[in-house]
């Protein structure tokens, strides 16, 4: 899956999944976890609310929620917001554990 390959060289994922949704499938070891109703000011490089890798707004930023559903939206609101790099998995959580990438439970 190419979003595993672009997380290991550096890229930012993004967690939008509800605590739920992690403690019942698992978290993937690495990503950022973010809700979903404060995505736009946490990643905007210019919100005083950033986090610390919302460097600028060329940041790779990779979003999976639960499906690929909210976060297709949510990406297409970053790239709104001028996040050139923003995309995200399709088919979601569900479609990165189906490929047997890493998760921990």
Not at 45 to 69: F, K, M
Request: aromatic content about 4%.
């Amino acid at each position: 899956m190419q979003a595993a390959a672009e997380h290991a060289c550096g890229a930012l994922l993004v967690d939008t999944r509800t605590s739920e949704q992690r403690e019942r499938d698992g978290e993937i070891i690495g990503s950022v976890i973010v809700d979903r109703t404060v995505l736009e000011w946490r990643l905007d490089p210019t919100s005083a609310s950033r986090i610390p890798q919302a460097i600028d707004h060329d940041v790779r930023v990779i979003l999976i929620c639960n499906e690929g559903y909210s976060s297709s939206l949510a990406a297409a609101s970053l790239l709104d917001l001028g996040l050139t790099n923003a995309t995200d998995v399709v088919g979601g959580f569900q479609a990165w554990k189906a490929a047997g990438l890493p998760v921990k439970a």
